[in-house]
Structure formats: structure tokens, C-alpha cells
T-cell receptor, first 117, second 111 residues
């Protein structure tokens, strides 16, 4: 159990375009989802916490107008990188948390590698 | 500032030996503790979690928690080359279900 699907796994786009990344919990309802970014050889950096039906909470220094998060259902959260630039190239990873059955465990999607040309 | 500290490594261990990974945390109120493994270019995967003081064993892995000393460790017995990865320690301070992450320890198992 506790499978999190993240799509796409890799995306290459031109500077100025927007990219949407989907994160789905397949076999449990995720009350909370998290979005992380990871640069090469660095640790995970939490970008935002996404709660179903409410606005996401962004970490300090993360532009909410650039990284749009929508958590429309208990199984789906999306991250849209708007007007992407080369400095946004990174590994984006989502995780999902049920809040009950799994005792605060976060289960991760496979990640999305974004390359902005 | 809540912190989780790990030695970045790399920690080099011969195949078949015991690998010992350590993690200390600053928030004394933390209640749950996690070890994730991350292969290069992949996302983290949960290895073990522990909530109570003492040892918790799962196959070749043993997690050890000492809340009084504020450290948690992971032992890997009979280390295999496939265990070579970065091991992330995470602590739950019970704030919005967020985890506080260590920077990870790179483990290399030498054949």
C-alpha cells in the first residue's frame, strides 16, 4: 500500500513556458501533500505544504505566484511552475501523508526532473 | 530553529560488515523518527520509522532511538553493494505533519 504516483517523470521545456506536475495518492486519501525541490548533491528543500480544499502554505523564499499549488481532492495535488526559467531546473518531488493510518509517514512520488532551456 | 544533524560522509564500509549511521536532533518534543534511503537521481524511499526508545529491527536494518540523548541511528547488517545510497534522517516535531530533514549521509559499500 501507500503508493504515490508523480507525473511526468521528466520534462524539458523552453524558457517562459509553464509546466504542470501531478501528484496522486493511489491507495489512500492524502489530507496533506508536500512539494520538495532538490538540487544536485543537496538535501531536500521543502517548498510548500498542500492541504486538501485550502490554500497551500509556502516556505519562506518560495514565490507562491511562480509555483502554483492546487490540492483539489484527497488524492491529487498539482504544482505548476509558471514562466519557467533555467534557474528553475531541478528535481521536484511530492510526498503524501494521510494523517491517520500511517502515523505521519510521508510517502514519496518518483520525482520530476525539470530542465528549462 | 529545529535541526537534524547528520555526518555527510561518505561513509565507506566493506561488504558484509555493519554500517552505522547516526543522526541527532534538537527538538526534544519530537515524537516520530524516520530513515529514508535515496539512490542517486531517485526520490527517497522509507526504510524504517521508530516512535519509542530502544531498538526496532526489520530484516537487516535496526533503528535505535534514544530520546534522552536526542539521537537516532540506523544499523545495516551484512552490508551489500546495493545498500550504497544516501540515507536521510527525518524527525517529526508535530507541526503540520512536516518533517525536519537531515542533509543525509552518503554510504558506500565496497565489494
Amino acid at each position: 500500500g501507500a503508493v504515490v504516483s508523480q507525473h511526468p517523470s521528466r520534462v524539458i521545456c523552453k524558457s517562459g513556458t509553464s509546466v504542470k506536475i501531478e501528484c496522486r495518492s493511489l491507495d489512500f486519501q492524502a489530507t496533506t501533500m508536500f512539494w520538495y525541490r532538490q538540487f544536485p548533491k543537496q538535501s531536500l528543500m521543502l517548498m510548500a505544504t498542500s492541504n486538501e480544499g485550502s490554500k497551500a502554505t509556502y516556505e519562506q523564499g518560495v514565490e507562491k505566484d511562480k509555483f502554483l499549488i492546487n490540492h483539489a481532492s484527497l488524492t491529487l495535488s498539482t504544482l505548476t511552475v509558471t514562466s519557467a526559467h533555467p534557474e528553475d531546473s531541478s528535481f521536484y518531488i511530492c510526498s503524501a501523508h494521510s494523517g491517520q493510518i500511517f502515523k505521519n509517514i510521508q510517502y514519496f512520488g518518483a520525482g520530476t526532473r525539470l530542465s528549462v532551456l | 530553529q529545529k535541526e537534524v544533524e547528520q555526518n555527510s560522509g561518505p561513509l565507506s564500509v566493506p561488504e558484509g560488515a555493519i554500517a552505522s549511521l547516526n543522526c541527532t536532533y534538537s527538538d526534544r518534543g519530537s515524537q516520530s523518527f524516520f530513515w529514508y534511503r535515496q539512490y542517486s537521481g531517485k526520490s527517497p524511499e522509507l526504510i524504517m520509522f521508530i516512535y519509542s526508545n530502544g531498538d526496532k529491527e526489520d530484516g537487516r536494518f535496526t533503528a535505535q532511538l534514544n530520546k534522552a540523548s536526542q539521537y537516532v541511528s540506523l544499523l545495516i547488517r551484512d552490508s551489500q553493494p546495493s545498500d550504497s545510497a544516501t540515507y536521510l534522517c527525518a524527525v517529526n516535531p508535530l507541526i503540520n505533519y512536516q518533517l525536519i530533514w537531515g542533509a543525509g549521509t552518503k554510504l558506500i559499500i565496497k565489494p
